[in-house]
Structure formats: structure tokens, C-alpha cells
């Protein structure tokens, strides 16, 4: 892994030339410019000033080989945590957008009140009328004794005995 001299040689690295996709390269890069600009805070805060461009390409030369590495995987696990919380936030909204799309097309299919109202006094008119014609069939065979002995009695004349 070659020596970095500034922040344009790990640009290149991690964005530029990387197989990777260039926003993970680019959150990579962010960490390890992160990490710089907190050992500059630290470089003003022990000697009093900020650091120079000699000590500034003095600490990328230092750093280890694997900075990039450990970039690459703060910089992943960002980027998942980030993508989860788009994704929750995304199905949250389909979600609401489909519950009000129900409710809304369910409204609309009740249509207006005088056609649904037409409908329903028509099925209550058949449903007497069924109603009424069950009741005449059933006080027909209760008032009129149809009995199968007194069918029987109709159809056919009794039988006389034979006296010899």
C-alpha cells in the first residue's frame, strides 16, 4: 500500500480509482479527513498552534496501511445504518399512502346517497315479496288438511267387501 503525502492522494484512492461505488469511497474519504481534522485539534490544543503543511503531509505519511481499511468500514457500516433508516422512513410512507388510498377509494365506491338508497329498497321490495309468497304457500297447506290419508281418500274410492 503506497505512502499518502495529503488528502488529494487518498481522494484518489478511495473515489477516484476504487472499484467500490463512489459514495462509499466518498464516506470513506470524510473519515479519514475526520480523523485529520481531530489530530489537528489536538496538534493546536498541545503546542498552541495549527499544524503546517510540512506536519499535515508529515501525518498522512505516518499514517498506517491499514487506515483505509478501517475508513472503508466505519464509512459501510454508516452507509447501512443510513440506508435502514431510509427504508424504514420509505415504507412508513408507502404505508400511509396506501391506507389513505383504501379509505379514499373506499368512500368513493359508496357512490351518492339516492342511487345506493334505490338499490337497497329494491332488495328489501324482493325480499318482502319472497317473504309473502312463502307465508301464502305455508297457510295454504296448513287451512287446506292435505293430509296423505285424506289424498289417499280423493284419489281412490274405498274398497267394498265382498260378501259371499
Known amino acids: 500500500m503506497p505512502k499518502y503525502t495529503g488528502s488529494a492522494d487518498v481522494y484518489r484512492e478511495l473515489v477516484e480509482d476504487s472499484k467500490e461505488n463512489w459514495l462509499y469511497g466518498l464516506v470513506a474519504f470524510a473519515v ?84 345506493q338508497f334505490g338499490v337497497n329498497l329494491a332488495g328489501g321490495f324482493c325480499s318482502a315479496l319472497l317473504f309473502a309468497a312463502f307465508l301464502i304457500v305455508m297457510a295454504f297447506l296448513v287451512l287446506n288438511d292435505t293430509s296423505p290419508v285424506e289424498i289417499g281418500k280423493k284419489i281412490k274410492p274405498p274398497i267394498e267387501e265382498k260378501k259371499q
Open 32 to 115: 479519514v479527513e475526520e480523523q485529520r481534522i481531530e489530530w489537528m485539534k489536538h496538534y493546536e490544543s498541545q503546542n498552541g498552534r495549527m499544524p503546517d503543511d510540512t506536519e499535515i503531509k508529515s501525518w498522512y505519511e505516518q499514517q498506517p496501511d491499514s487506515v483505509l481499511l478501517r475508513a472503508k468500514g466505519t464509512a459501510e457500516n454508516a452507509l447501512q445504518t443510513f440506508s435502514a433508516e431510509v427504508l424504514e422512513v420509505a415504507n412508513g410512507d408507502i404505508r400511509k399512502e396506501i391506507e389513505e388510498s383504501v379509505v379514499i377509494s373506499e368512500i368513493k365506491k359508496l357512490g351518492s346517497f339516492w342511487p
